[in-house]
């Protein structure tokens, strides 16, 4: 990480990777490797992880555990700035 315990502000962003947006770039929009069927596919995991609010995997439960982990490595008083992707 970037930031450590002499941080006295962290900044991180969260979002395209962990709502799977470079497979939707492959699967729906590159011609050599796209198709409905992958897109569809990839479109339907995307739509599972944003509106997932409780599970594991969905981007709440993901946002918290980022931010959680970011969290252990700063001193109490740091302060942390997330940048998230417009979903």
Do not use: H
């Amino acid at each position: 990480s970037l930031c450590d315990w002499s941080s006295d502000v962290c900044s991180s962003d969260l979002g395209g990777n962990d709502v799977g947006f470079g497979d939707i770039v492959i699967r729906c929009f590159i011609p050599l490797t796209s198709s409905e069927d992958a897109c569809d596919t990839v479109l339907g995991n995307t739509r599972q992880i944003i509106t997932d609010l409780e599970g594991p995997n969905g981007i709440y439960q993901r946002t918290k555990r980022a931010l959680l982990s970011l969290r252990e490595q700063l001193k109490p008083e740091a302060k942390v700035v997330l940048a998230a992707y417009p979903l």
